[in-house]
């Protein structure tokens, strides 16, 4: 992992002492809110339903056993003894006190972490694939790149006041695990005909109100221009895009309205305009920073496990957590192992302090003291020998983390919806729970196969519905909860927008509904190698509409 | 046909920690209980409420004041909107759930 150097520090730390003085200021009075509002925002904290939110980053996901302890202390100490984990891989604290967050981020800080540009109309958090660097199909190990435009993006003089937020992904395997498509800025990593590392570039996606899927900018961008591009995009974006309306202000909109084209002429004449090497990433600068990302020295194991497969012959329980939350990794012998923080009938991406505390003692003891955040809102634990997977399981079973549901029906996305969030519309949780018990029996979830269920509580779409296998939206009309279904969504290579049934669902029929969905799927698939998604690819819409609305609608008659 | 008033309370978050309050009866203070906050049941009181309220914000005490149409009257008032049930809560409608042997602080306040 990276480690904060004396600038770091001495950054971060600054920060904190600015932030500390603005709400000391805020709490006198001698500040307004309507001062004080945008620099909230920008340390991450948020006015919510019930309490100030802090959202602390979590840079690309990656997290140390020492960084987990102390965010449970934090969670004890500060807020109700849990926290989020969310879909851009950061952790939300949803009670905590203003007053409080002064204390807080020296806490963050004394573990190199804190809450800076979380929010506000600035660079986000990078978010990467949570394999990175084990996963077995994997071209290049994308956490130095993420960690290099980290550095570029953070408190940047330029870019700190956006006509809105704006999202950079980065994806270093074959498989897009990163939703590259669905951001701002989504970096591919490739390689060209010479075996030179670049980038192949998108910009453009984004969901919320408007759904876009990226467009390719570059093909490929040769790597050590990948800060020099960036900011080439930044800049055009900055210049052009819209800050006359907020619906209107992300850079999908500028290239939606503006066209592909004219977004690549601009951005390369940026690009070619700059002084010569200007942000040029040098290899010495490149070198240093990979270094930081190593991989561990794992000893030398068997391929394969007897001690796991006698288990799984054994214990169903254990054959699913093996089959589906464990991920070849590069080295023989070892697994990423994705901690399910979607228990049946469970709130998806919640974990307690407790759990925390246990994760960092099974990451110190199995996984080199390391572990990671999924923008699926699931834990990883990236190098786990799979002789250790009996007792890792075991552990985690007795923490109520070991659903080995991962990747299946129960394995949902939800953002917090109306029980926690300002925005909301209607609430996500309890659709979540609900949906989640109906298909948690493990036999027929695996029956079902593969299964991307994503809610959302409003348009603003952090639940990813947009790109959901099955995407449900809640909304208000009347004064109910109601819940738009749409089908085909995809966040990966084949990245989609999902296609909207019909009229919406009530509050007790959106369950049922999705039931009808997966049983038209499972009646009409070519067999159960036939994923969902590809499934609704072959047969279009029609069967699931006529299943959910007219299927029933002679029923009175 | 104008719409008649609809009574009302007036909710906030309180500046330091951001918990949600109600105006009191008196209009001279804030309470966290939903059932102990003033009903305003006329358009001059609500008038006069929103005055008393904003001198709470001009004194840092609290900000986004916003009124809350309810129904009903004692133990029986209500929110109209589930949102503003849900905040009249104080608690998300979906508690954490937890396994055994595993602690949370469970101080969830309020509750209508």
């Known amino acids: 992992m990276y480690r904060y150097d004396e600038f770091d520090a001495a950054f971060v730390a600054d920060r904190v002492a600015q932030f500390s003085d603005q709400i000391e200021r805020r709490l006198s009075g001698e500040l307004t809110e309507d001062q004080f509002k945008i620099h909230r925002l920008m340390n991450g904290v948020y006015l919510q339903l019930h309490s100030y939110m802090l959202r602390i980053a979590i840079p690309y996901g990656a997290l140390s056993s020492r960084q987990l302890r102390k965010l449970a202390d934090i969670a004890r100490r500060y807020d109700k003894g849990y926290g989020h984990f969310t879909t851009r891989q950061n952790l939300q604290f949803n009670w905590t006190a203003l007053s409080d967050a002064p204390a807080i981020l020296r806490e963050l800080a004394s573990v190199e972490m804190h809450c800076i540009q979380t929010s506000g109309n600035c660079i986000r958090n990078t978010t990467a694939d949570h394999f990175a660097g084990v996963a077995a199909d994997e071209?290049?190990?994308?956490?130095?790149?993420?960690?290099?435009?980290?550095?570029?993006?953070?408190?940047?003089?330029?870019?700190?006041?956006?006509?809105?937020?704006?999202?950079?992904?980065?994806?270093?395997?074959?498989?897009?695990?990163?939703?590259?498509?669905?951001?701002?800025?989504?970096?591919?990593?490739?390689?060209?005909?010479?075996g030179e590392t670049g980038f192949q570039v998108f910009v453009g996606g984004g969901q919320g109100r408007t759904p876009m899927i990226a467009r390719e900018i570059r093909a490929f961008l040769p790597a050590h221009h990948l800060i020099a591009y960036v900011d080439?995009?930044?800049?055009?974006?900055?210049?052009?895009?819209?800050?006359?309306?907020?619906?209107?202000?992300?850079?999908?909109?500028?290239?939606?309205?503006?066209?592909?084209?004219?977004?690549?002429?601009?951005?390369?004449?940026?690009?070619?305009?700059?002084?010569?090497?200007?942000?040029?990433?040098?290899?010495?600068?490149?070198?240093?920073?990979?270094?930081?990302?190593?991989?561990?020295?794992?000893?030398?194991?068997?391929?394969?496990?007897?001690?796991?497969?006698?288990?799984?012959?054994?214990?169903?329980?254990?054959?699913?957590?093996?089959?589906?939350?464990?991920?070849?990794?590069?080295?023989?012998?070892?697994?990423?192992?994705?901690?399910?923080?979607?228990?049946?009938?469970?709130?998806?991406?919640?974990?307690?302090a407790d759990q925390m505390e246990l994760v960092a003692d099974l990451a110190d003891k199995y996984s080199q003291g390391e572990a990671r955040v999924s923008h699926e809102q699931n834990l990883v634990l990236p190098h786990v020998a799979l002789d250790d997977l009996p007792a890792l399981h075991d552990a985690l079973v007795a923490a109520g983390l070991g659903d080995g549901n991962v990747g299946l029906a129960s394995d949902i996305i939800a953002c917090p919806g109306l029980d926690y969030c300002a925005l909301a519309t209607a609430r996500s949780i309890p659709i979540a729970q609900d949906i989640s018990k109906r298909f948690g029996h493990l036999a027929r979830a695996a029956d079902i196969g593969p299964l991307k269920i994503k809610i959302s509580g409003c348009i603003n779409a952090c639940g990813h519905h947009h790109v959901g296998h099955i995407g449900i939206l809640g909304l208000e009309r009347r004064g109910e909860e109601t819940y738009q279904l749409t089908l085909g969504g995809s966040a990966d290579e084949a990245s989609a927008v999902g296609q909207i049934t019909g009229p919406g669902f009530a509050a007790d029929e959106i369950v049922d509904a999705v039931q009808t969905v997966t049983e038209v799927y499972l009646a009409l698939r070519k067999g159960p190698d036939e994923a969902f998604v590809d499934a609704f690819r072959r047969l279009g819409m029609a069967p699931f509409k006529t299943a959910l609305y007219e299927r029933n609608a002679g029923a009175d008659i | 046909m104008a719409r008649a008033f609809a009574s009302q309370v007036l909710s906030a978050n309180r500046l330091a920690d951001g918990r949600v309050v109600f105006l009191g009866p008196d209009r001279a203070g804030w309470v966290d209980d939903f059932h102990a906050a003033g009903v305003w049941r006329t358009q001059a009181e609500a008038t006069a409420a929103i005055g008393a309220a904003q001198t709470f914000v001009a004194g840092n005490v609290v900000l986004d004041v916003a009124p809350v149409e309810v129904t009903g009257d004692g133990d029986r008032l209500r929110p109209v909107s589930l949102r503003d049930a849900i905040r009249a809560a104080l608690r998300p409608s979906v508690a954490p759930r937890l396994p055994s042997g595993f602690t949370l602080d469970t101080t969830f306040g309020g509750g209508i």
């Open chain 1, 139 to 194: 071209i290049e190990d994308p956490r130095p790149w993420a960690e290099i435009l980290r550095q570029w993006s953070s408190l940047h003089p330029e870019f700190t006041y956006l006509p809105r937020k704006f999202k950079i992904a980065i994806n270093g395997a074959t498989r897009d695990r990163a939703a590259i498509r669905t951001h701002d800025i989504g970096l591919q990593i490739v390689r060209n005909d010479a």
């Open chain 1, 232 to 352: 080439s995009i930044l800049r055009v974006y900055n210049l052009n895009g819209r800050r006359d309306n907020k619906y209107k202000a992300r850079i999908k909109i500028l290239v939606h309205e503006k066209g592909i084209d004219w977004m690549r002429r601009e951005v390369e004449a940026d690009f070619a305009a700059r002084p010569d090497r200007s942000l040029t990433l040098a290899d010495d600068e490149i070198a240093a920073i990979r270094a930081f990302f190593a991989p561990p020295a794992l000893p030398a194991r068997a391929a394969a496990s007897a001690d796991a497969g006698a288990r799984a012959a054994r214990d169903a329980a254990f054959a699913a957590f093996r089959a589906n939350n464990v991920l070849a990794h590069k080295i023989q012998g070892y697994g990423a192992v994705t901690i399910s923080l979607k228990p049946v009938g469970g709130i998806p991406g919640d974990i307690s």
